[in-house]
């Protein structure tokens, strides 16, 4: 029985993985059933916390994370080396879709313009999810980094595009087709994520979720690669690094 705080019972024939998006209205969670290579998407899910991520049973052997795993104590131009080599990795026109993370004590700002100030500026998006980063600071242990890795969808699109950015953005239709039409034929099964309805999920959220997901295999068969290879550590002991 999956969902979190579901009985486990005994060894499972296969390993389950999941890409996770933040959202507004919670996480969104495409997950998988992981066979040696072969992938088998399962429904996508929002969970109200991250909490119920990371206690979900069965459990899951690799969490491929959209949101900043360890943050800087003071704003640096462009944050997070990891952030600043993704957006020259990618290029143009998608570097910006990699956003800059808020500093640690912007996390508890009461307003917008008091967490702009606090972390040399922020863009909208990063205001919007500001709750959410918190709760993955609040969550996130070194140790748990043995399973939960810190992704980006447009790292995961420009690996399963043979390293090349995406043409649109991830936010219009034409760019939202161009990215389902490129999940589906690479991996068998990914119309049960990128096709499905969820209430308050946008559908570039479960695309997103969906290329996560991709890179789970990648995260789970050690065929990573990070970025930078020689990461920062932040205060917290937390590597600082993006993986594809």
């Not at 991520?53 to 997070?80: C, Q």
């Amino acid at each position: 029985m999956s969902g979190p705080g579901g009985p486990q019972r005994g060894a499972l024939p296969y390993d389950v993985v999941a890409g996770v998006v933040p959202t507004k209205a919670g996480w969104v969670v495409a997950s998988a059933k992981l066979q040696g290579i072969q992938m088998y998407p399962n429904e996508p899910e929002l969970l109200d916390d991250l909490a119920d991520v990371l206690d979900y049973r069965p459990s899951f052997k690799v969490v491929a994370l959209n949101a900043p795993i360890g943050l800087l104590e003071e704003p640096v131009e462009g944050g997070r080396s990891c952030d600043r080599e993704a957006r020259r990795l990618i290029g143009w026109p998608r570097a910006g879709a990699v956003p800059t993370p808020p500093v640690r004590k912007a996390l508890g700002a009461t307003s917008y313009e008091q967490a702009a100030r606090l972390s040399g500026g922020m863009g909208a998006v990063t205001w919007g999810l500001l709750s959410r980063y918190a709760e993955v600071d609040r969550e996130l242990a070194p140790y748990r980094q043995r399973v939960v890795f810190e992704v980006q969808p447009e790292l995961s699109f420009y690996q399963l595009n043979d390293d090349r950015p995406m043409q649109f953005s991830k936010r219009g239709h034409i760019g939202m087709e161009e990215r389902k039409a490129l999940l589906k034929r690479r991996l068998p099964g990914m119309e049960r994520l990128v096709d499905a309805e969820i209430p308050k999920v946008k559908p570039w959220q479960l695309i997103d979720a969906a290329a996560c997901l991709w890179a789970t295999r990648r995260i789970a068969s050690r065929a990573l690669t990070r970025i930078p290879e020689d990461p920062e550590w932040d205060a917290m002991g937390l590597r600082m690094e993006l993986v594809r």
